[in-house]
């Protein structure tokens, strides 16, 4: 071991917490460190009065109060195993009355769901076009997007073959190549 | 007395009531001293040890090595103490002047000691470690308690405090140094 002082393993070296080696290393340090050896005097000082701090007695009267108060607070609780309380049984009818209405609490749930979750997107639908627009209102075209136009097409007209296109018939010109107008 | 401890404790397991007020009375001392150690006063120390055993009655079914009821019981009391303590930190009591020292601080030197000069130096040095000890974090001091007062080892401290043994090592280490360097010259004495 390198000259280096060796407080850090004073505390194991007192309490008997050190390997071999690292013991012999202490104390073949010990024998030439006074600082280190000083350390060591007030450390083992320092447990030696440590452990002479003790607590005063509140007396047995104070220990007897002590269990009769712990008595009263653990009186109305149970003990896992215990066999003096009432224990419920479930019964195979019971058993069976329970697995319905599990089901039918989940169906209910489920149904519940289901209408929340359509409510929620038609609310939605209804703030993109600004909140103002109900079920059944009628709505301009440009207030809709074509996406939306094929959503929601309007009455009567067959979306399947996609996008109905607009035909504009051309005005055919006059025969005599005058124009009336 | 370990056995019989353990056969308690799985006789309250499986809901013998008796042997629950048997146990408190085995532990009773014990919680209540490292509890004044800890907090230095006697309605923390006496909240500490209705609350430990109450605790205890709550959780007795989480306990699966019921030969490791002691670490239990002193790691539930611990917690407490120290939530207590950190709750406190607010309104530090004035610690005790040396003529009131036989309230904290009683000494059992007297059979030892028969100077008088060196009884009063021993009075001013356990006075001079109370106070010192007090400003210690929570953890710190009672990592320093259960192993330098109440005599555990490291790995029962680390059980008890639910952390490694290196940090329990770690935390003595600079408490017990930070006792030296405050005390300073009473311990070269």
């Given at each position: 071991m390198t000259y280096r002082h060796t407080s850090h393993l004073h505390g194991d070296y007192l309490d008997g917490d050190l390997s071999p080696d690292a013991r012999a290393d202490v104390e073949r340090h010990l024998e030439t460190c006074l600082e280190c050896r000083e350390d060591i005097e007030r450390l083992k000082r320092l447990k030696q009065a440590l452990r002479q701090i003790e607590v005063p007695d509140p007396g047995d009267e104070y220990f007897d109060n002590l269990r009769g108060i712990i008595s009263a607070r653990t009186s109305a609780m149970t003990v896992p195993g215990d066999s003096t309380q009432p224990k419920v049984e479930i019964t195979g009818t019971t058993r069976q009355a329970l697995k319905t209405l599990i089901r039918l609490a989940a169906a209910v749930t489920f149904l519940f769901s289901a209408f929340y979750i359509s409510d929620i997107n038609q609310e939605k639908q209804s703030s993109r076009w600004g909140g103002k627009i109900q079920k059944g209102d009628f709505v301009t075209s440009?207030?809709?997007s074509p996406e939306e136009r094929l959503m929601y097409p309007p009455a009567?007209?067959?979306m399947s073959l996609g996008l109905p296109t607009l035909m504009v018939e051309e005005e055919e010109p006059p025969a005599n190549g005058i124009n009336l107008e | 007395m370990t056995d019989e401890i353990t056969r308690l404790v799985l006789l309250f397991q499986k809901g013998d009531r008796q042997a629950f007020t048997k146990l408190v009375k085995v532990f009773q001392k014990k919680v209540y001293a490292l509890a004044f150690r800890i907090l230095l006063n006697h309605i923390d120390a006496d909240e500490v040890a209705q609350e430990t055993f109450v605790r205890i009655f709550n959780r007795i079914?989480?306990?699966?090595?019921?030969?490791?009821f002691d670490s239990f019981v002193y790691r539930i009391a611990t917690n407490y103490a120290i939530d207590l303590l950190r709750k406190r930190k607010g309104r530090i009591v004035a610690m005790p002047s040396e003529s009131d020292l036989p309230g904290p601080v009683q000494m059992t030197l007297a059979s030892r000691v028969t100077n008088p000069e060196k009884v009063l130096e021993n009075k001013q040095l356990l006075a001079a470690i109370t106070k010192a000890a007090e400003e210690l974090p929570p953890r710190q001091r009672a990592t320093l308690i259960l192993h330098d007062i109440e005599g555990l080892s490291k790995e029962e401290v680390a059980r008890i405090m639910g952390c490694p043994e290196a940090t329990v090592r770690s935390n003595l280490h600079i408490a017990r140094s930070k006792l030296k360097k405050k005390l300073g010259k009473l311990l070269s004495s």
């Open positions: 440009d207030q809709i009567g007209i067959d | 079914g989480q306990l699966k090595s019921p030969e490791h």
